[in-house]
């Protein structure tokens, strides 16, 4: 005899029901969780390549954290930045476009410079965002925002003397920043650490008004005189960045959706304040000791994701903006026997490689391999392709322009299947190199930047007008062939002007780049024309 429904009945049946759907809704939330990996995206600031003791086995700096991080993951030997400067990297990590063919055709920007990238622009965080990712950005964001005002569109000045801070109303919040590009949370300054006003901004608003003007002439803790908030202490950023970023990744452990953290490090760039616990613990001078204390947080953020139960889930990407600049001492830590660019040319700012070659280590346990390593060249603009790649997402053809995913190295350091067969990088000048393969052609007859020859210096007169270097054979590019191979370097020629014309380097439609085309632009497709007429 069947059993008759009652009301009692028909209760516990829906309430069984609700506890299974509940169940199988909690069971595919954790499988999605297992399926789309966290990203923690570490970026140094004026970090060297030779400062990694896994990159410069005879370094003098003690890195045993980051180290590690490179045993347990992927080094890429051939990693680049699109720029030797920190604003138009950033620019370039963040939405897979060369930088230059953004506004900003040379230099930086400042602590009051405008959005630089339009909220229409997909960018890494408004990618993952679309795809169930809560995304953070933590740190030192030199892309420019909109400071509130007090009156008119106008700071005053652009960011480099006191009175320029006059007009910005600091108890409004600002527009166009981080959270307007995809970031679901943000916390961070402006500019560099050296660069006022010194006020942190937590999703779109800032924590405290001014109520100081402080600076500093230290030889290595210098920052310019600016307007300062009581809650911002220069010597405490960088330990307090990492706490923010620790305190983050504990919380969004106990959720379900992955998470996408950029924790963009104003360190070791000036000022160079290594807190007391790290003074003279490297035997150098004070920024190999801020170096080892990025180090020892470095540690402790692996710890964290350990401890969060989260570590084999998650992707550590670790590298810099640019090279090592030459306000950490060259002369002193030289004279101890450290190089912060390793074998290489150059330093921070310059189209040598000491510019724009950077360590590079990503740790995914499980896919790659423990202690692997990819001699391939890489660009930090790959992280969108990459990203996209993750989550199985197609880029449209206005996105990362310049990005290819990495994602088939990690499986196989020597992979066919990652496309990318040039590599542009760009100076503070708003020089050109390219590379490709072995060769690296550079369109200016210096540095580019401020290492000797400096460019429009008696140095570079009589130079050839552009240099080209086989690194396979000459890393530190000493022996410019320019003059002696001709057909390689109207190859180059050739092929650079192309790739500014087409507005991307990935394949796909011709896009545009973004006005005013910089004077080296334009030298470059006159260059084009001459050589294909």
Not at 373 to 386: E, G, V
Not at 509 to 530: H, M, R, V
Request: aromatic residues 10%; proline residues 7%.
């Amino acid at each position: 005899m069947g059993k008759i429904l009652t009301i009692k009945n028909i209760s516990w049946l829906v309430f069984s029901a609700l506890i299974i759907c509940s169940c199988g809704d909690r069971q595919k939330k954790i499988e999605k969780k297992e399926e789309l990996p966290n990203i923690v995206y570490v970026l140094a600031d004026d970090l060297g390549i030779g400062d990694i003791h896994a990159f410069n086995p005879d370094g003098k700096i003690n890195t045993p954290n980051i180290d590690k991080l490179a045993q347990e993951g992927m080094r890429f030997t051939d990693a680049h930045t699109s720029s030797a400067v920190c604003s138009p990297t950033r620019y370039g990590i963040l939405t897979g476009r060369y930088n230059w063919r953004s506004p900003l055709k040379s230099g930086v920007l400042t602590g009051v410079s405008k959005a630089l990238i339009p909220e229409s622009r997909t960018t890494v965080a408004s990618l993952l965002k679309k795809s169930g990712y809560h995304t953070a950005f933590i740190g030192k964001w030199h892309l420019g925002w909109n400071w509130a005002l007090k009156q008119g569109d106008s700071v005053g000045g652009t960011g480099w003397n006191p009175t320029d801070y006059v007009n910005i109303d600091f108890s409004k919040p600002i527009t166009h920043g981080p959270n307007d590009l995809g970031f679901n949370y943000s916390y961070g300054f402006s500019g560099s650490l050296d660069m006022a006003p010194y006020v942190y901004v937590e999703n779109s608003m800032p924590t405290m008004v001014p109520d100081s003007v402080t600076g500093s002439t230290d030889k290595y803790g210098w920052w310019r005189e600016g307007p300062t908030a009581s809650d911002f202490v220069h010597e405490q950023v960088t330990p307090h960045l990492f706490l923010k970023a620790m305190k983050y990744i504990k919380e969004k452990s106990q959720e379900s959706a992955p998470f996408f953290l950029y924790l963009a490090l104003p360190s070791p760039h000036t000022p160079i304040l290594p807190t007391p616990e790290w003074q003279g613990k490297s035997d150098l001078n004070p920024y190999g000791d801020f170096v080892m204390e990025i180090d020892g947080y470095m540690g402790q953020l692996q710890k964290t994701l350990v401890e969060a139960g989260i570590e084999r889930n998650t992707i550590v990407i670790f590298t810099s903006d640019n090279g090592c600049s030459p306000q950490a001492d060259y002369k002193v830590l030289g004279e101890k026997g450290h190089r912060p660019s390793s074998i290489y040319r150059g330093h921070k700012a310059d189209i040598f490689e000491g510019g724009h070659r950077e360590p590079f280590i990503v740790r995914w346990p499980g896919k790659i391999r423990p202690g692997s390593t990819s001699d391939k060249t890489i660009c930090t603009t790959d992280l969108m392709a990459t990203c996209a790649d993750i989550v199985n997402t197609k880029l449209a053809d206005d996105e990362g322009e310049d990005s290819y995913s990495m994602l088939p190295l990690f499986t196989d350091p020597n992979s066919m299947d990652y496309k990318r067969q040039t590599t542009v990088h760009h100076s503070i000048n708003g020089s050109f190199a390219l590379r490709k393969g072995r060769w690296k052609m550079i369109f200016c007859p210096g540095s580019g930047g401020w290492s000797d020859p400096k460019p429009d210096s008696e140095e570079v007169v009589g130079l050839p007008e552009y240099q080209l270097y086989d690194l396979s054979k000459d890393p530190s590019e000493g022996s410019n062939l320019y003059r002696d191979k001709p057909d390689i370097a109207e190859e180059m020629e050739v092929m650079m002007a192309s790739l500014i014309q087409k507005g991307r380097s990935t394949p796909g439609p011709i896009q545009k780049n973004d006005p005013p085309l910089g004077d080296k632009e334009w030298e470059q497709i006159a260059i084009f024309s001459e050589l294909v007429n």
